[in-house]
């Protein structure tokens, strides 16, 4: 797991007047509104008595207060009252949460699990989700499987005959184009004979015309953007999901999807498109929820049968992974284990961190430090 990164702390339909307890990097974090309703992401750990704040309460003036002796902390972390204590009450330099950068964008509530924001792959742009005449549907389930094994159920185009029944035409799978936008995003893109939709989708497209499409890995939020021309190429008519992956534990991956489509755009049609997404994940998530180790993989090794052009796209996912493992940003989870069993919480770190590295009631996670030997380690 890696911090330094955007992650999809929940669906901003979500987050109301109330704080909420979200779990990610097997680390506890509270968002909260404040009274402008501008979201906030702190960690839920009261620095006091470690009592979780999410079963705290929200107050107008955009504190959230810990339900145990009432200290009040501010969207940046600080603790700005304690009921007990007079207004010249010195407050402990250690009397705050660490305070994680979020932003609402796309329906979702993005948090930045890190303390270098600066330098972090910037949020994706999802830009059918505000475009008129797209009509987008959200769904989230948590699935009992790690987020390699979640991302990697629809990493190639191998598994679509097999798991999914969706037979291309011509060939067992297209010839893919693999292009890499940026250091932090790869996409493969196939051009296609595809077999004729069904159902209420059946005169969408004429028969035997081609179809373009596109699978982007995007390393923030561990997003897929699957971007389907499904009314024939040149068509314009698109159907395009996004499948955000927030790891909530080793095992245990947040699975959230934006479906989006700029046909058949009633509100009547929300079920069928439905079905059909719902389909794919279901069908992806029984197989990767039988997947062993149950911690996930490491990145591959000699060992490890990777084959071309199959697994070239999931190649090009360690690549990303590696760069942010060379730049520290993975968070070493055997040591994390080991600390969990002592008396001292370790949160992950936030930006207050790097300015005020002191006077903090809690410990960061521990990272891995040094890599030398790794597919995606840097040329120097
Ligand atoms: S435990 Fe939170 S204020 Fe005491
Ligand atoms: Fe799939």
Redesign the pocket.
């Known amino acids: 797991m890696y911090i330094n990164l955007w992650y999809v702390a929940s669906f901003s339909s979500e987050l109301k007047d109330e704080p909420v307890k979200v779990r990610m990097l097997n680390r506890d974090f509270v968002l909260f509104r404040d009274g402008d309703g501008k979201a906030h992401c702190l960690s839920n750990v ?6 979780s ?1 999410a079963q ?1 309460k929200c107050f107008d003036d955009g504190t959230l207060q ?6 009040r902390f501010g969207g940046d972390g600080r603790c700005t009252s ?1 009921p007990s204590q007079g207004d010249d009450f010195a407050m402990p330099p250690g009397a705050r949460v660490d305070s994680y950068p979020t932003e609402e964008r796309h329906g979702l509530i993005w948090t930045f699990l890190g303390d270098s924001p600066d330098t972090a792959p910037p949020i994706p742009d999802m830009p059918e989700i505000e475009t008129p005449g797209w009509r987008t549907l959200e769904y989230g389930e948590v699935w009992n499987a790690n987020y390699h094994w979640a991302k990697f159920a629809n990493i190639d185009l191998t598994h679509v005959p097999i798991v999914h029944g969706q037979e291309f035409i011509g060939s067992f799978t297209p010839k893919e184009n693999i292009s890499r936008p940026d250091d932090y995003s790869i996409s493969s893109h196939i051009r296609t004979p595809f077999e004729q939709p069904k159902g209420d989708w059946s005169e969408i497209r004429e028969e035997q015309k081609h179809i373009a499409s596109t699978l982007t890995f995007h390393v923030s939020g561990f997003t897929f953007k699957g971007h389907l021309e499904i009314g024939g190429e040149g068509s314009g008519i698109f159907a395009t999901f996004y499948e955000m992956s927030t790891p909530i534990d080793s095992q245990t991956t947040a699975m959230r999807y934006l479906f989006t489509r700029n046909f058949m755009a009633e509100p009547e049609h929300d079920e069928g498109y439905m079905a059909r997404n719902m389909k794919n994940v279901n069908e992806d998530r029984a197989l990767a929820e039988t997947q062993l180790p149950k911690n996930g993989p490491a990145p591959p090794g000699d060992r490890d049968l990777l084959i071309d052009p199959d697994d070239t796209m999931l190649k090009g996912y360690w690549e990303i992974l590696g760069r942010l493992r060379d730049r520290g940003c993975e968070i070493d989870l055997a040591a994390l284990e080991e600390l969990d069993r002592g008396h001292r919480y370790c949160a992950i770190p936030s930006p207050a961190r790097l300015t005020n590295p002191t006077a903090w009631t809690h410990d960061t996670v521990p990272l891995i430090q040094s890599v030398t030997n790794h597919p995606g380690k840097r040329k120097s």
């Open positions: 009261c620095p006091h008595r470690g009592v704040l705290g810990c339900p145990q002796h009432g200290w304690i």
